[in-house]
């Protein structure tokens, strides 16, 4: 494998791996509202909040971050 190759998988993975922590995230939020696990409500809100951006939103900018730039024509 070449070393473009590792890195590839490597963001691949951590992609991956940050939209599950995310969803992980969220879930603990939603069980923080229910009061599942004892906490605030709000604070249970924020977390579902910092959960949901941590799936839809970072996988985003570090995809745009480590596009690979168009090749000159």
Do not use: C, N
């Amino acid at each position: 494998m070449s070393p473009d190759d590792s890195h590839a998988l490597a963001r691949f993975l951590l992609i991956g791996f940050l939209r599950l922590a995310g969803v992980i995230v969220t879930l603990v939020g939603i069980l923080i509202v229910r009061g599942v696990i004892p906490g605030y409500a709000w604070g249970g809100v924020v977390v579902i909040v910092v959960g949901l951006i941590d799936v839809f939103v970072v996988p985003q900018m570090l995809a745009r971050k480590w596009r690979t730039p168009p090749e000159p024509k």
